[in-house]
């Protein structure tokens, strides 16, 4: 039987009138519905340590649930925080931190607990989460002014695993932490789920309790107060203890079947890649009706396929679609990925002219794929399109690209892009579907009187509505500035002279 609260629900909590109260709410099972901070450490401890520091989390779990439920919170969650981050980069834990754990942050938002939280002026958050971990998150996307959490010991840059004094901010570490910061002036609402939070909530004006409810829908994508349109990070899904073990047993068979995979797009014929792919559990979907090749004796030059930019395969699955090898310009991309690609890739310098005469030397030459985008972006967004394009010929085929993944992105801003296509391919079942959408007409080309910009905001306005995506004017540099601190050009070694 469980024991009451002396703390109403948070549902009877007033959200009305709030503008000048302060809150100061706990954050697992607070104000995120799930009670277990086990997934965001395997999180950090795969997207800045690797598989083998992701096993060491999950094989520490065990001892880790063991103290927390019989012995204390406080040793629990410092089995896991030292499994986590011992030895691991304070500067990778923050990358983490900013750019990885916010989206899966923000899929599990509690409604109450955020209609209360949202409401009063001055927000602070009191975890047992390390500060490092939560803030970022906490700060950008819910406008929190004030986050309080376990401080995590470093030494030269690197995480020790141990705590810093006063330790975890559990129980009475929390009232503690309160009453440092607030003083003779208390917050007007606490918010807590959980027996070790009274201490704090007791402190407080108003204490509301979350009951646990798993029946209890998050805040809505449209609902939240900022949406997530960068991410970074390899995992798709939460790595909840049974999902951890899954990634660690199926990374060795993944690796292996994408070789496989990228060995078949790589070395069988163009025409054949497609039955190839199904036949290893790749999917490939075409909606639309592609244009023929265009015949070298015509005189015309060739097709600019203007794609929707998800991963560096675009243009490979666009090949695989047509049947035939269709040469791609790209911005960036590792030298692995270079070559071991089936298709001719051709990188632009970023000047304007040399560029632009690139682009119109091969489209003499035939058919041309192009991501106007610059880089990928994959939630239901459109970054804003380049305009060049549009300048250098009037043949443009849009390309809506969509793709599926269960377990790992094929994308990354952070990490080395030459995984990327090993990455896409070790899913058990990866998914791309091609859509071709109507050639631009002539009257909305550029020699019709339209500016380049005209042309390529209505392409992507196009490509937009087929997939039900939104159009945005963040470019390039804004997703690299976001999640890895630069413009996400990959430098090329420089050339040595060759001695007289």
Not at 146 to 170: D, N, Q
Not at 279 to 300: E, F, H, W
Not at 379 to 406: C, G, I, Q, Y
Not at 458 to 464: G, L, S
Request: hydrophobic share 40%; with cysteine.
């Amino acid at each position: 039987m469980k024991n009451a609260t002396p703390f109403p629900p948070v549902e009877t909590c007033s959200s009305n009138g709030r503008e000048n109260h302060t809150v100061v709410a706990d954050m697992d099972g607070t104000l995120l519905r799930g009670r277990s901070s086990f997934p965001y450490f395997a999180l950090v401890a795969f997207e800045a340590g690797g598989v083998l520091r992701l096993l060491m989390v999950l094989l520490s779990a065990p001892l880790a649930g063991l103290l927390y439920y019989f012995v204390s919170e406080s040793a629990g969650i410092q089995v896991l925080i030292f499994a986590t981050y011992a030895g691991m980069k304070v500067s990778d834990i923050e990358s983490v931190g900013q750019a990885v754990l916010p989206k899966f942050y923000s899929t599990d938002l509690h409604p109450e607990s955020w209609r209360v939280f949202s409401s009063c002026g001055k927000r602070c958050v009191l975890t047992a989460n390390p500060r490092i971990m939560v803030e970022g998150f906490l700060k950008e996307f819910l406008g929190t002014d004030l986050v309080l959490g376990t401080e995590i010991g470093t030494y030269k840059g690197r995480a020790t695993g141990f705590v810093l004094s006063p330790g975890v901010l559990v129980a009475e570490q929390k009232a503690e932490a309160l009453l440092k910061e607030f003083g003779d002036k208390p917050p007007e609402i606490g918010l807590g789920d959980r027996q070790t939070d009274f201490p704090f909530m007791s402190l407080c004006k108003e204490g509301y309790i979350v009951p646990h409810n798993q029946e209890v829908k998050p805040v809505p994508s449209d609902k939240l107060p900022k949406p997530i349109v960068f991410h970074d990070g390899r995992l798709v899904q939460k790595p909840y203890p049974i999902m951890a073990l899954l990634i660690v047993l199926w990374i060795p068979i993944g690796f292996l079947l994408a070789c496989l995979r990228i060995a078949a797009g790589s070395l069988l014929p163009m025409p054949m890649v497609y039955y190839a792919f199904w036949a290893l559990g790749v999917r490939v979907t075409v909606k639309g009706n592609p244009p023929p090749p265009v015949k070298k004796s015509s005189g015309q030059t060739g097709v600019l396929f203007i794609c929707s930019h998800r991963t560096l395969l675009d243009p490979i699955f666009l090949s695989t679609a047509l049947g035939r090898p269709i040469p791609a310009v790209t911005y960036s991309v590792s030298r692995l990925s270079e070559i071991i690609s089936p298709i001719k890739t051709v990188r632009l310098s970023r000047d304007r002219e040399t560029d632009a005469s690139q682009i119109k030397k091969l489209l003499e030459e035939g058919d041309l794929a192009i991501c106007p985008e610059g880089t990928t972006c994959r939630e239901p967004f459109l970054l804003r399109f380049s305009a060049m394009f549009a300048e250098l010929t009037d043949h443009l085929v849009p390309v809506a690209m969509v793709n599926k993944m269960s377990m790992f992105h094929g994308t990354t801003a952070r990490g080395w892009k030459g995984m990327d296509p090993f990455y896409f391919f070790m899913n058990p079942s990866p998914a791309y579907e091609v859509t071709f959408l109507n050639k631009l007409p002539l009257e909305l080309t550029c020699s019709s009187g339209k500016s380049s910009h005209e042309v390529a905001n209505y392409i992507q306005r196009v490509i937009a509505a087929t997939l039900s995506y939104e159009c945005t004017g963040f470019t390039r540099k804004d997703k690299y500035r976001a999640l890895a601190g630069n413009d996400g050009i990959v430098a090329e070694k420089p050339k040595q002279k060759a001695k007289n």
